[in-house]
């Protein structure tokens, strides 16, 4: 029998309220309880969620550049649309060549933020994860001084 039933039944049997007192702490274990187990549960499907937002981040370990960008370059879709070029080599890319993805849905605002670091020469702080070929692709940046 469930906790509402439980309730229903002592309030449709006309209980006066000490009796409903006595039923409320006899029933209250068995909620701590359940509470305590939902809790748990809270926090197996919270961790497990964590582990799987880990797993599918990136291909690789995400790195961290500091510099300035040498150059960009727009291609057409599918052919990595915008590209920045390094002006040191980063072990991981040794192409120097990081790009945004065309499906980011911050797509724009990277695209305009990187272009204005590169016009105004200042210092960025990209946050990238290892491609194939030498490429990079960019998961966050910061525009410094």
């Given amino acids: ?52 937002g880990a797993l599918s981040a990136g291909e690789a370990s995400a790195s961290v550049y500091t510099g300035h960008l040498n150059s960009y370059f727009l291609s057409g879709p599918g052919n990595l649309p915008f590209r920045v070029y390094l002006d040191t080599d980063t072990p991981d890319c040794p192409a120097k060549l990081f790009y945004v993805d065309f499906n980011n849905p911050n797509y724009q605002a990277y695209v305009s933020g990187l272009l204005t670091a590169y016009s105004m020469q200042k210092t960025v702080i990209i946050t990238y994860a290892t491609g194939t070929g030498g490429y990079c692709s960019i998961l966050e940046y910061q525009v410094v001084n």
Avoid at 24 to 38: D, H, Q, V
Wanted: hydrophobic residues 55%; contains cysteine; glycine residues 6%.
């Fill in 1 to 52: 029998m469930s906790l509402a039933e439980e309730s229903r039944l002592g309030i449709a049997e006309g209980a006066d309220r000490m009796s409903g007192f006595r039923q409320l702490r006899a029933i209250l274990p068995t909620l701590a309880a359940r509470l305590t187990i939902s809790r748990r549960w809270k926090a197996i499907c919270a961790a497990v969620a964590l582990a799987i």
